[in-house]
């Protein structure tokens, strides 16, 4: 067989098992052999059963002495086998789903298999219970002889990543004999060049040593030996987009000309702190240099990102060039446009909203897609609808995109292929790992506004209960200000024990609220409906905003003072974080109340978190910790090849060595040409590789 040969043709899979696997992105003989286990079980040791631990998962070896079945329950039975080593007996347990109605015997094929006389292997979790020693079965052999080497246990044992119809066993009976047969075809570019076999494995013992390891160390070794690999592919291919991007003159040319930026800056009510001068003089610096402008701007909620990407905006309209502005909901690009359209208020300057609900009216949607195809628009702001092939512009500049790491690398080539030579802005509330900015954003600069605006009272964080929130809302409405409450769900779940927006402001107006003014904002109301409440709200007709997190960014309600997250426990620290920003935006001590009643010791250690610091930055890597970079890099490497081993937060060091190693190969050898670099040039022709070189060099 070959690498790209489809799975259905290895033995024991056929068509019905390949089409379960593609569930797990397993399409190919290469998936198969790279589908790397997720964790290893220790079943090395067997444990003697008179020094079993309970509480404990373990592997026991005995003779099988006795069995029997017998009803817990009118749903539950039980089929236990009597196990004896010779250091004690230990009981260990089958459990079957049955009903009073069934007519067949569930363990009729165990009872067949687990005859007395012989021996047995058991893995699973020991528990002391009715006064003897207990063992759940998870996973066994059978054997007639004590000299028998078993499959699973003497050994670390492989944890895969399951679909419905796909058990371990299946796993390993698909994995085993290919790894055996095929690990040698996997194209190595390690152990072919010198430099790179100090401390690595060459790849197709890697792959072999990453399914079934000889001791954990030899698997970490192996894990980073795939990713040197993994990452040498791809810091090749964005050496090469980044050679092409260095010898590329842009032909969009800028010169500050004050006509638009000073009156812009004399209209704002506030000066800019020093992060947000520091960030603009950069981004101008790039813009009027002759490279295309790749950089990300970071600040925490409340930092002035937004203002920051207007100056850039205006600086592109001051010479005659389009922009655009991409959010990922409407909400927030209507935000957006309407902040814009204040600030730029009195300018000689044409802004659009686009978005699925702005370009519904055949008449509005003509007109707008008009304008800006002819350039009278300047500044587009909008959300995935700008990407659409109707939309045409004359001469886009510039595109910003806020919350970037909702949009995949596809999507934002789809934007910047709708202009020559467009400078591109990145912004993000959410820091990102090194590694990871090293890995998929190559040589991007990065601005960050570490400071907030002079005079930002902090938010005061607390957890506490419903009704002491509930009083302290009420104390904060008596003085004048405004409330969010915020709920995880619109509406009731029957599989979910939540309380909603909507049934939740129902009966907040007719109970402890039932003196105040309270409105209802979701996902799920008109675009139209959606902005009138927010105006509304904004202008003080509301005491209180009862919403789900369609809050969560880009809402600006000064007198805002409290929000109230309900189920807070529901949310990760991102979020939490985000929703805490919509209030202390004006002058006075805001608060943020998180209401929970979880137990769970990941949800206190996130929620303590929130109430120790309000520091953007910290919370992001505690989070990155707590859940990991799977979640985080999920959206962020959209149109990326997965990675197999390679981790970006672990593998910093990796990542470092194969930029370097990248460029030093790309300079001596360009077109991939030598003899060694014979297998780079395979794997970077691969269609995933290949797809990913033409989404770069995009952008």
């Given at each position: 067989?070959?690498?790209?040969?489809?799975?259905?043709?290895?033995?024991?899979?056929?068509?019905?098992?390949?089409?379960?696997?593609?569930?797990?992105?397993?399409?190919?003989?290469?998936?198969?052999?790279?589908?790397?286990?997720?964790?290893?079980?220790?079943?090395?040791?067997?444990?003697?059963?008179?020094?079993?631990?309970?509480?404990?998962?373990?592997?026991?070896?005995?003779?099988?002495?006795?069995?029997?079945?017998?009803?817990?329950?009118?749903t539950m039975s039980i089929f236990t086998v009597e196990a004896d080593d010779g250091t004690g007996k230990i009981s260990a347990n089958f459990?079957?789903?049955?009903?009073?109605?069934?007519?067949?015997?569930?363990f009729a094929g165990i009872k067949k298999s687990f005859k007395r006389g012989l021996f047995v292997y058991i893995y699973g979790l020991c528990e002391f219970r009715f006064g003897q020693k207990q063992i759940n079965i998870e996973d066994y052999e059978l054997t007639e002889n004590q000299g028998f080497t078993p499959n699973s246990f003497g050994r670390l044992l492989p944890v895969y990543d399951l679909t419905y119809g796909i058990t371990q066993k299946n796993m390993l009976s698909f994995i085993k004999p290919v790894v055996e047969k095929y690990a040698d075809l996997y194209p190595d570019i390690i152990s072919g060049n010198e430099k790179y076999k100090t401390n690595l494995m060459p790849i197709s013992e890697a792959v072999k040593q990453l399914h079934f390891p000889d001791s954990l160390e030899k698997a970490e070794l192996a894990r980073k030996s795939f990713a040197m690999q993994e990452f040498l592919l791809l810091q090749i291919i964005l050496t090469k987009a980044r050679i092409k991007n260095k010898t590329t003159e842009k032909i969009?040319?800028?010169?500050?000309?004050?006509?638009?930026?000073?009156?812009?800056?004399?209209?704002?009510?506030?000066?800019?702190?020093?992060?947000?001068?520091?960030?603009?003089?950069?981004?101008?610096?790039?813009?009027?240099?002759?490279?295309?402008?790749?950089?990300?701007?970071?600040?925490?909620?409340?930092?002035?990102?937004?203002?920051?990407?207007?100056?850039?905006?205006?600086?592109?309209?001051?010479?005659?060039?389009?922009?655009?502005?991409?959010?990922?909901?409407?909400?927030?690009?209507?935000?957006?446009?309407?902040?814009?359209?204040?600030?730029?208020?009195?300018?000689n300057v044409n802004i659009e909203l686009v978005t699925s609900s702005s370009l519904k009216s055949k008449k509005k949607r003509d007109e707008i897609l008009a304008s800006v195809e002819n350039g009278t628009t300047n500044i587009i702001v909008g959300t995935h609808s700008v990407m659409e092939e109707r939309v045409k512009f004359k001469n886009l500049s510039l595109a910003v995109i806020d919350e970037q790491h909702r949009f995949g690398v596809l999507q934002k080539a789809a934007l910047l292929a709708k202009g020559k030579f467009v400078d591109i802005l990145m912004m993000t509330a959410t820091p990102i790992p090194r590694g990871l900015a090293m890995t998929i954003y190559g040589e991007m600069s990065v601005s960050v506004i570490k400071e907030l605006p002079p005079n930002r009272i902090p938010v005061k964080t607390y957890c506490t209960t419903e009704s002491s929130a509930y009083d302290k809302a009420l104390d904060e409405i008596e003085k004048g200000n405004q409330i969010f409450i915020v709920y995880p769900l619109v509406d009731e779940s029957d599989n979910l024990e939540l309380k909603s927006a909507v049934q939740e402001a129902e009966t907040l107006a007719e109970t402890?609220?039932?003196?105040?003014?309270?409105?209802?904002?979701?996902?799920?109301?008109?675009?139209?409906?959606?902005?009138?409440?927010?105006?509304?709200?904004?202008?003080?007709?509301?005491?209180?905003?009862?919403?789900?997190?369609?809050?969560?960014?880009?809402?600006?309600?000064?007198?805002?003072?409290?929000?109230?997250?309900?189920?807070?426990?529901?949310?990760?620290?991102?979020?939490?974080?985000?929703?805490?920003g919509r209030v202390g935006r004006g002058q006075k001590q805001s608060y943020c109340i998180l209401v929970s009643s979880s137990r769970g010791k990941n949800s206190a250690q996130r929620l303590a978190i929130m109430t120790q610091t309000n520091d953007g930055f910290k919370i992001a890597e505690e989070d990155l910790k707590m859940r990991g970079p799977g979640e985080f890099t999920g959206t962020m490497q959209h149109g990326f090849p997965e990675f197999k081993a390679g981790d970006i937060v672990k593998d910093v060091d990796i990542i470092e060595y194969t930029k370097t190693a990248a460029a030093d190969i790309m300079e001596k050898d360009p077109d991939l040409s030598l003899p060694e670099n014979k297998n780079i040039r395979l794997l970077v022709s691969n269609k995933k590789y290949a797809q990913l070189s033409k989404i770069i060099s995009v952008g």
């Open positions: 067989m070959n690498l790209s040969d489809n799975v259905q043709f290895i033995k024991g899979i056929g068509p019905k098992r390949a089409e379960a696997l593609t569930k797990l992105s397993i399409f190919t003989l290469e998936d198969l052999l790279t589908f790397f286990p997720r964790d290893y079980q220790d079943r090395k040791k067997i444990t003697k059963i008179s020094d079993v631990s309970f509480g404990q998962h373990a592997c026991i070896f005995g003779k099988i002495v006795n069995t029997y079945s017998q009803n817990a329950s009118a459990y079957r789903r049955t009903s009073p109605y069934q007519k067949f015997d569930v969009n040319r800028y010169q500050i000309t004050k006509k638009l930026l000073t009156p812009f800056k004399n209209k704002l009510k506030f000066n800019f702190t020093n992060g947000q001068k520091r960030a603009i003089n950069e981004i101008f610096k790039d813009m009027m240099s002759g490279k295309n402008m790749n950089r990300m701007l970071m600040g925490d909620v409340g930092s002035g990102k937004t203002v920051v990407a207007l100056s850039a905006i205006l600086l592109a309209a001051e010479n005659g060039y389009q922009s655009a502005i991409i959010a990922p909901t409407e909400i927030l690009a209507e935000q957006h446009y309407l902040t814009f359209k204040n600030m730029i208020e009195g300018l402890v609220f039932r003196e105040k003014r309270i409105a209802l904002l979701h996902g799920k109301m008109p675009p139209k409906e959606k902005n009138e409440i927010m105006q509304r709200f904004k202008n003080k007709e509301f005491d209180i905003l009862v919403a789900t997190t369609v809050i969560e960014v880009g809402i600006d309600i000064p007198n805002a003072t409290m929000i109230i997250i309900q189920h807070a426990d529901r949310y990760g620290l991102a979020t939490l974080h985000q929703l805490r």
